[in-house]
């Protein structure tokens, strides 16, 4: 029955852009998103933490960082892990290689697991401290990094435990609702989609994660090779998570919406 359905939508990269910081919010004030994952290495999480911490009932995921994968900007660790950064001291842009994509990859050089550890408390404690409503951490730009190295899952699993968060539940294992395919970017395309995939899921718990954001003259600077449309993707992201008949699918079918606090 649909009214079996639990859907976490989860909002991706607050903290990367002040772009990113207002769309996550828009999409759960005004929309279906109910967590939102903290980039703590990143520029804008002061502001993250004024507009979060005013609104409690956003739950709120440290989303532990190793790659700054954006041409135009670009953000370093918290910690000295000279393993862990370029010639200009930035995190790499990706985490291990990808076909097509010429780009540095962490997988690629010497990198030392013991300043990864190092740096993942340090976003922790720090983003702990900064976020008063933070439930749990989650993995940026892989499913949880026990899929980069299986040594992290328990490393990980502990710092959450002496912290008083949860561990990722999609990096174990709660399946991914794909609302809508990558392209087109187009928000009615989009919508649509959404709604017919709600229709079809069968009883369960499912995770959506994507990265609303606002059009700005910033969000449409970010980019690479190969994703240069980042500001269309983002933008109709956020107008998908607001549409009026996304919600009025949901609201017809039962699906309760949840955040990682529910879990």
């Known amino acids: 029955m649909s009214s079996a359905v639990r859907l976490l939508v989860r909002a991706d990269d607050a903290g990367s852009c002040l772009a990113s910081n207002e769309g996550c919010l828009d999409a759960c004030l005004n929309g279906i998103a109910r967590s939102v994952e903290v980039m703590m290495p990143c520029a804008w999480i002061p502001h993250a933490a004024e507009i979060f911490n005013q609104r409690p009932q956003i ?17 370093r660790p918290l910690t000295a892990a000279r393993s862990l950064v370029d010639s200009s001291g930035n995190f790499h842009p990706l985490l291990s290689p990808r076909a097509r994509d010429e780009r540095c990859a962490l997988q690629d050089v010497d990198w030392c697991f013991d300043e990864v550890v190092a740096e993942f408390r340090a976003q922790i404690e720090l983003g702990v401290r900064t976020f008063r409503s933070a439930s749990h951490v989650s993995a940026h730009m892989v499913r949880h990094f026990a899929d980069f190295d299986p040594r992290f899952s328990e490393i990980v699993s ?28 187009m928000t009615d395309d989009r919508v649509s989609a959404f709604c017919e995939n709600l229709a079809g899921l069968s009883a369960g718990t499912y995770i959506f994660i994507d990265h609303p954001a606002v059009q700005s003259d910033e969000l449409g600077l970010l980019g690479h090779r190969g994703y240069e449309d980042v500001d269309q993707d983002r933008r109709t992201c956020l107008e998908t998570l607001k549409s009026p008949l996304v919600r009025e699918t949901i609201q017809r079918l039962g699906t309760d919406l949840i955040s990682y606090r529910d879990l």
């Open 158 to 185: 502990g710092l959450c435990e002496e912290f008083g968060l949860k561990d990722d539940a999609f990096g174990h294992g709660l399946p991914r609702f794909q609302g809508y395919p990558p392209t087109p970017r």
């Open 59 to 75: 739950d709120i995921g440290i989303h532990l960082t190793l790659t700054s994968e954006w041409d135009r900007i670009k953000w």
